[in-house]
């Protein structure tokens, strides 16, 4: 009787054993599940800490081009209103000195002596200049075409042309909108990878940068955004569009059941603020299947415009 009791004794002391080492192994798997999930949140917000600082380098660098777009701008209309100061004043110089001179013909003297302030102007330079008296003896005094300008004509013709230079704004000077596709296969597309949409058609006020597939908004307002993303046959990708940190949209692009490939396309209109980063990714935590289709004939996209 009592090696019976002993026996389940061992049996039972085993089984407690064995019940501690499975509880200890559940135990560890546990921490290093959270140790890896904590881990993988440190990450995700050094990676979006990450592409923020790039947008913000991109969009100093964009306002450091446009100052110095203006600087040398305002340097030009500077040194063109000082040339029309020196053409003004030379014109102005032999006006004086030919108002002091006499036009003679034969058997008739006409002296001038004095000019009102309309003698000045365009029509009379032309006039006095371009034109030369000539006599004949036989027939009243006739006007003989100088063919040759001389530097008052060619002053007078400066100073018309300077008149017309004016500084105009440059075109959509206000506008904001892009348009960029994938140039190639993307093969290995992970959890939370930003897709690079690395070919720009347009980008009006350069705010989409095509080295971090992201957008920086200048400026407070409504937006729309799409983008439609080419899978391979049989495969699928979740992806998401975001503003800062936040999901805004999601889409599922499956081409399971055909035989090539095949497209979605998502939108959203939203509002967004000066200095929000907008940008596409692969779904966080959905897992993914096949590739990022990219052909010539065929391109994923990313576009954006401001509404108002």
């Given at each position: 009787m009592e090696d019976k009791n002993d026996a389940e004794d061992k049996v039972g002391s085993r089984l407690q054993r064995y019940f501690e080492m499975q509880i200890q192994k559940e135990k560890q798997k546990l921490e290093r599940r959270v140790l890896q999930l904590f881990l993988e949140g440190k990450l995700y917000s050094?990676?979006?800490?990450?592409?923020?600082?790039?947008?913000?380098?991109?969009?100093?660098?964009?306002?450091?081009?446009?100052?110095?777009?203006?600087?040398?701008?305002?340097?030009?209309?500077?040194?063109?209103?000082?040339?029309?100061?020196?053409?003004?004043?030379?014109?102005?110089?032999?006006?004086?000195?030919?108002?002091?001179?006499?036009?003679?013909?034969?058997?008739?003297?006409v002296q001038v002596s004095s000019l009102d302030s309309t003698a000045k102007s365009e029509k009379f330079v032309k006039a006095q200049q371009n034109?030369?008296?000539?006599?004949?003896?036989?027939?009243?005094?006739?006007?003989?075409?100088?063919?040759?300008?001389?530097?008052?004509?060619?002053?007078?013709?400066?100073?018309?042309?300077?008149?017309?230079?004016?500084?105009?704004?440059?075109?959509?000077?206000?506008?904001?909108?892009?348009?960029?596709?994938?140039?190639?296969?993307?093969?290995?597309?992970?959890?939370?990878?930003?897709?690079?949409?690395?070919?720009?058609?347009?980008?009006?006020?350069?705010h989409y940068n095509l080295h971090s597939g992201i957008f920086t908004s200048p400026q407070h307002g409504v937006y729309v955004f799409t983008?439609?993303?080419?899978?391979?046959?049989?495969?699928?990708?979740?992806?998401q569009?975001?503003?800062?940190?936040?999901?805004?949209?999601?889409?599922?692009?499956?081409?399971?059941?055909?035989t090539s490939f095949r497209t979605t396309t998502g939108v959203v209109v939203m509002e967004v603020n000066q200095g929000?980063?907008?940008?596409?990714r692969i779904h966080s935590t959905e897992t993914q299947s096949g590739n990022l289709f990219s052909h010539p004939d065929y391109r994923s996209s990313f576009n954006g415009w401001k509404i108002y």
């Open positions: 050094s990676n979006i800490e990450m592409e923020s600082v790039k947008a913000r380098v991109s969009e100093l660098l964009l306002t450091n081009r446009q100052l110095n777009a203006r600087i040398t701008a305002m340097e030009n209309k500077r040194e063109v209103s000082e040339t029309k100061k020196d053409i003004n004043a030379i014109v102005d110089k032999n006006f004086k000195k030919s108002t002091k001179s006499s036009v003679l013909s034969k058997g008739n003297s034109l030369s008296i000539t006599e004949n003896t036989n027939q009243p005094t006739k006007l003989k075409l100088s063919h040759k300008p001389n530097q008052i004509q060619k002053l007078a013709m400066a100073k018309r042309l300077l008149t017309g230079v004016h500084t105009t704004k440059p075109p959509f000077a206000d506008g904001v909108a892009f348009s960029a596709f994938v140039s190639t296969y993307e093969t290995e597309i992970s959890k939370d990878h930003t897709i690079k949409f690395d070919i720009i058609v347009s980008n009006i006020g350069n983008w439609n993303l080419y899978c391979r046959a049989g495969g699928y990708i979740f992806s569009i975001l503003v800062n940190s936040n999901a805004v949209g999601g889409m599922l692009t499956s081409s399971n059941g055909a929000d980063v907008v940008f596409v």
